[in-house]
């Protein structure tokens, strides 16, 4: 198990190299002189001259390069122009907010599309199947900021029965003690009720709209893969051994429909991510998506850039985290590997 | 062309009569068979005369200002009208033509780009696969709206950057149905046989190998098509690309996201409708016109 783990570990070093290389060219081909806009718009062409200099674009590009694994090495994302505060310490206190809503817009989507799809499977051609088609072409087809909207517009001022779109709180109640950064998991921890019930309310709206986005391709590869399995000898062997309907569905074909479905959860958190940068605008949350929104209209460049390689980073993480648990889940990968 | 050749595109030519009249009843048989397919194609029809005709039927102009300001739906205006009084559904009517070419022009773009890189890869193998697949790997390895915001930042907020910035996301999917495709074919019998003919690798690539893969491709651009609509939307909702007066359905619905929490539904849902119904109609038309092409996958 270790031996593999190892293994998957060393082929992420070329992908994070690529991701770096191309964060890197992202940050030369900024439109124009990087440092014209620098300088500001009250520049004279001795300043730009000096600030090109300072900034080492006037070395070549590997040297630039190595200069920029440097900097990255040392956990130095830059400084954004409008706050002036450097990108990594705010990304760092921002990640938190994003996290939170993307596990639970992940948790509640398979909380829903599970379900939908075995049963699909199992009553395949029902009322049930149908909806679940319905759902799932639904479900891509529709704008993720736009769902969001229509659920505030229905939730929050039709029925009132959601909080205003404001963000992770409302103004009259303060944040819990800060100990993760998540909310839900702080305030249990410390006991604060209020605070829990505030941030659970904030979130629902926008953690549903992930899910009804992201339940798509679970959905889907859920129905598809059960029907592969419930066709299967072993699970037509085990009906011939008289065993419930149950423990076949769940015990046999469950755990080995299972293995695509975590495949295609890499893509669904490449959705998700994604995503979230929508949503977080919609809802004003105040994650790493709406900070790099906010920068990208005011031209601040350094806090998109490490928005994007932090995004990217953390991706390739979450899908090796998804490789190893294929690894746990089926034995076979382990041998194999 | 010499003569072998020429008999075994005569082969091709008879035996591709009965099967291009058999592929149309197949047709009528996937559409009666499904109507949704046959809806989806009505919905394109209606998307593709918007696009087409829009800025000549619609009752108002789009960027004109009118008296009524916030007006809800009415006989006058139809989608009612927005903060400055311009008609909604001469917005979203016009609008149509911008999102279409957008979604179009990107999927022509990885058409060209991922298509023939991954004809080549799957044909030559060995540094070609090597460099594509690399690359393909490197964006995959992004978010892929992440990847697209970044590169319209670094790029320049334009249109054209949009366009870009959603074929090269989509890059990866073309490259890797392309290299599947090709590969398969590298040794079928027409392509040796152009081979022998002395075609080069080149012409082989293009003039027989990609007409082959044709069928395969065209559900792919339908599927992306979609994806792409969404993708360059939600873009010009975070206000990239797209300037504000200019009517276009993700900028149209972010104009109207602020309207929602006071009550004026009618700014943001008729535009996030259409991309809605837009997608929904690409989506649909891929999976009907996958039933046609390849029977197999049929889910």
């Not at chain 1, 249990?188 to 709209?209: D, H, M, S, Y």
């Not at chain 1, 850039?305 to 294929?326: E, P, S």
């Not at chain 2, 009569?17 to 029809?45: C, D, I």
Request: overall charge neutral.
């Amino acid at each position: 198990m270790l031996a593999t783990l190892g293994k998957r570990l060393v082929t992420v070093i070329p992908t994070l190299i690529g991701v770096v290389i191309v964060t890197f060219l992202l940050t030369r081909v900024l439109p124009g002189d990087p440092a014209v806009y620098f300088a500001g718009p009250a520049a004279t062409p001795q300043s730009i001259a000096d600030i090109r200099k300072s900034l080492g674009l006037d070395r070549p590009l590997p040297e630039q390069f190595a200069r920029y694994v440097g900097d990255l090495a040392r956990g130095n994302l830059g400084n954004s122009l409008s706050t002036g505060r450097p990108v990594v310490t705010e990304i760092e206190s921002r990640l938190p907010a994003s996290a939170e809503l993307t596990f639970a817009g992940l948790i509640l989507s398979l909380a829903i599309a599970l379900p939908l799809g075995i049963l699909a499977a199992v009553k395949q051609g029902s009322w049930i199947d149908h909806t679940c088609r319905v759902v799932a072409t639904a479900g891509v087809s529709l704008p993720v900021f736009f769902t969001g909207l229509l659920l505030v517009y229905i939730f929050y001022y039709q029925l009132g029965w959601a909080p205003a779109p404001i963000g992770r709180l409302d103004a009259f109640t303060s944040a819990p003690t800060q100990i993760t950064g998540f909310y839900l998991f702080d305030s249990l921890v410390t006991g604060n009720w209020e605070a829990f019930r505030g941030a659970f309310g904030q979130l629902i709206l926008p953690a549903f709209t992930l899910g009804i986005f992201s339940l798509a391709p679970i959905a889907r590869m859920t129905r598809a893969s059960m029907l592969a399995v419930l066709a299967s000898d072993f699970v037509r062997t085990a009906r011939a051994s008289g065993l419930d309907g149950k423990t076949v569905i769940f015990t046999y074909a469950f755990r080995n429909a299972m293995l695509p479905v975590i495949t295609t959860l890499g893509m669904v958190f490449s959705f998700l991510l994604g995503a979230n940068v929508l949503v977080e605008k919609v809802f004003a949350w105040p994650g790493i998506g709406s900070y790099a929104v906010e920068a990208l209209l005011q031209s601040d460049f350094a806090p998109v850039q490490g928005f994007v390689l932090a995004m990217a980073i953390l991706y390739v993480a979450l899908n090796l985290a998804i490789d190893v648990l294929y690894g746990v889940i089926d034995p076979r990968v382990r041998l194999e590997g | 062309m010499n003569e072998s050749a020429s008999i075994i595109h005569q082969a091709a030519e008879v035996k591709a009569k009965p099967s291009s009249n058999s592929m149309l009843r197949h047709a009528r048989y996937v559409v009666s068979e499904n109507p949704v397919t046959g809806f989806a194609f009505a919905l394109f029809l209606l998307i593709a005369l918007c696009a087409l005709l829009g800025p000549h039927i619609v009752p108002y102009d789009p960027l004109a200002s009118g008296a009524a300001t916030l007006a809800p739906p009415s006989r006058a205006h139809w989608f009612g009208t927005d903060q400055t009084g311009r008609d909604i559904f001469s917005r979203v009517v016009v609008a149509t033509r911008l999102d279409f070419v957008i979604a179009v022009s990107s999927v022509v773009l990885v058409f060209i780009m991922g298509g023939l890189a991954g004809i080549a890869s799957g044909f030559f193998g060995g540094w070609t696969d090597r460099i594509v697949g690399r690359i393909s790997d490197t964006i995959m390895a992004f978010p892929l709206f992440v990847l697209a915001m970044g590169i319209v930042a670094a790029l320049g907020n334009t249109v054209t950057n949009i366009v870009l910035a959603t074929a090269i996301i989509n890059f990866p999917l073309y490259v890797r149905v392309a290299r599947a495709e090709a590969n398969v074919r590298r040794e079928a019998g027409f392509v040796q046989a152009a081979r022998l003919s002395g075609n080069s690798d080149f012409r082989i690539l293009l003039m027989h190998i990609l007409p082959n893969i044709m069928p395969i491709m065209m559900v792919q651009i339908s599927l992306t098509m979609g994806y792409a609509i969404l993708n360059a939307a939600g873009l010009s909702f975070i206000g990239l690309g797209v300037r504000p007066p200019t009517p276009e359905w993700g900028i149209m619905v972010a104009e109207g996201a602020g309207n929602i929490i006071s009550g004026e539904w009618w700014i943001a849902l008729f535009p996030g409708a259409a991309l809605m119904l837009a997608v929904f109609c690409f989506n649909l038309l891929g999976d009907g016109l996958r039933d046609l092409v390849d029977p197999q996958r049929r889910t």
